[in-house]
């Protein structure tokens, strides 16, 4: 029952990710989002990451599932199963908490993009409803996957959006 539940929340969320893409863009390109570089401070955006297929998690300072999240991120980063995807996590404090970032950073020993969404135009552009939120884009930028919640890097459905994104 969970599973059902939990495959139909995973659908809904796709659903309304690729509605929000399609107002967005006019159905016929991927949307425009930018935030910042934490490392560089530079404007960054989804465009950028065209090319090859990327994974992008939502995260917060204030949220609890959102450690689970990264730590396994990370792992999932180090591991052969995300060569060829760029991975980026996305902080969405909107308030002056570098510190507790950049602790949390730290703690989790991220070796990932780091890009920072003061406004949570994330939530937007992913039809997020919560942090954590992981979508995964293909290589013209198109979502493929989006997954609510702190998700396993290793269940058969984040897999799937992957390879679907990688194409193969």
Not at 138 to 163: I, K
Request: with cysteine.
């Amino acid at each position: 029952m969970r599973a059902t539940i939990r495959s139909l929340l995973r659908m809904t969320s796709a659903l309304v990710a690729a509605v929000a893409l399609a107002a967005a863009c006019g159905g016929s390109s991927p949307a425009v989002y930018e935030a910042t570089d934490m490392v560089t401070g530079d404007v960054v955006s989804v465009e950028q990451l065209e090319g090859s297929p990327a994974l992008l998690v939502s995260w917060a300072t204030w949220c609890r599932e959102c450690d689970e999240e990264l730590a396994g991120l990370q792992e999932f980063a180090a591991s052969p199963a995300a060569d060829g995807v760029t991975i980026v996590a996305v902080n969405l404090d909107a308030a002056d908490v570098d510190d507790e970032i950049d602790a949390k950073v730290d703690r989790h020993g991220l070796t990932v993009e780091l890009w920072r969404d003061r406004r949570n135009d994330f939530r937007r552009v992913a039809g997020a409803l919560g942090v954590p939120t992981t979508i995964v884009l293909d290589a013209d930028g198109d979502v493929v996957g989006t997954f609510p919640g702190a998700v396993d890097f290793a269940d058969a459905d984040v897999l799937g959006a992957l390879e679907q994104a990688r194409g193969t």
